[in-house]
């Protein structure tokens, strides 16, 4: 409850000009580094920090104590503030290669070339699936604009807390740690941001989490093959990507694009999945709603490893919906074990790609 109080957006840049930005030296609120303030009538309170991206280690603190004197305000029962890099400096600092997480064996990313082919629900059941074969998995939703897993996985309402260093601790959830934009503000609130807020906010749950120790990272891609998703692919070294697709034709286009993607990073493509592949008829029959064998057929045009076909599920459906993802939660499901054997298929590909360092020997 708060009490029927309702904090004013000038009493929110009040406080936020008692917290000094550390290169002006001006309240945050008057240095102009504050937007997307959002006040909520349950009292909850979110905006953004845009920072200098060569200062964004600097501007830790200053987002802690920001949330700090916001929280602190009559009719204020929650502050949540997102820390990304401006993207006016991001430009001009030179380009990074990408990098390896500290402590994260493999990083796989699952990715759409377009939505709606059930790429999320892919990525959380095949996550599960890595834990089940005694992996220990972290899942990163990256879908920054329309976050899914925290419904999956029901964690909804959930924050993850700093570490002493001041890394986000991810969250446990049915076996892995997890993290999500949708953990960061209310479910309800519109992720209006641009594409480079929106490239920070990822980046910051990939670069400043403390994943370790993990032997396999799986990052739910946004759908698409834009600037978002070719900035994250650069941030962080691919160990391997799955290409998630339905069996027509119309979406097969889009397989190709995002291999080709994938290609740009020079990311090993691990697989191809094709979801929703038929529908079991009460008599057994299978009715192929969008095709037949249309995924199949692309990856072997073009050369990558075909890793199998998912039904249509009702149970899949209802057990995403309650939050209780069906490989974890029932393991004797026929869908389970189709799920498992993806993952075994992957985590094949991705140890005949891992090449052992080479051996120097004097002669």
């Known amino acids: 409850m708060n009490n029927g109080l309702t904090v004013s957006p000038d009493a929110v840049r009040a406080a936020l000009d008692t917290v000094k930005d550390p ?16 006040i909520r009538p349950n009292g909850a309170v979110g905006f953004t920090i845009e920072a200098p991206a060569a200062a964004v280690p600097h501007y830790q603190a200053v987002r ?14 929650r502050a949540t503030v997102v820390l990304t890099a401006q993207a006016e400096t991001a430009r001009t600092q030179p380009a990074q290669g990408p990098g390896r997480l500290p402590g994260v064996g493999a990083v796989i990313a699952v990715a759409s070339a377009k939505g709606g082919v059930g790429k999320s629900t892919v990525a959380v059941n095949l996550a ?3 834990s089940a074969l005694g992996k220990r998995t972290g899942l990163l939703d990256l879908d920054v604009y329309g976050p ?12 993850p807390r700093p570490s002493d260093d001041k890394k986000l601790i991810p969250i446990d959830a049915w076996g892995l740690k997890t993290l999500s934009i949708g953990n960061m503000v209310d479910a309800d609130q519109p992720m ?36 978002l ?15 998630v697709s339905t069996p027509q034709e119309l979406a097969l286009a889009d397989v ?16 191809v999945i094709e979801n929703m592949s038929w529908l079991e008829q009460p008599n057994g029959e299978r009715l192929y709603v969008f095709g037949e064998g249309g995924a199949r057929r692309t990856a072997e ?17 209802e057990s995403a919906d309650i939050g209780k993802p069906l490989v974890a939660a029932e393991p004797d499901h026929a869908m389970s074990a189709r799920f498992r054997d993806i993952a075994s298929r992957i985590l094949e590909n991705l140890a005949k790609g891992q090449k052992p360092a080479p051996v120097i020997r004097f002669v």
Do not use: H, Y
């Open 23 to 38: 290169i002006s030296g001006e309240g945050l609120a008057a240095s102009g580094r504050v937007s997307g303030l959002n």
């Open 64 to 77: 802690v104590a920001a949330e700090r004197v916001v929280a602190a305000l009559p009719g204020v029962q």
């Open 128 to 130: 599960c699936a890595f």
């Open 148 to 159: 899914s897993a925290p419904t999956m996985l029901a964690t909804q309402g959930q924050r």
């Open 192 to 227: 209006v941001w641009r594409g480079p807020l929106a490239s920070g906010a990822a980046r910051q749950m990939l670069e400043d989490a403390d994943w370790a120790p993990l032997d396999v990272l799986v990052l739910d891609l946004p759908p698409g093959t834009g600037d």
């Open 229 to 243: 998703q070719l900035t994250l692919l650069q941030r962080v070294a691919l160990d391997g990507a799955v290409i």
């Open 256 to 271: 190709r694009r995002g291999i080709a993607m994938f290609e740009k990073t020079r990311a090993p493509i691990l697989g």
């Open 301 to 317: 045009a073009v050369g990558a490893p075909f890793l199998g076909e998912l039904p249509i599920d009702v149970r899949l459906r």
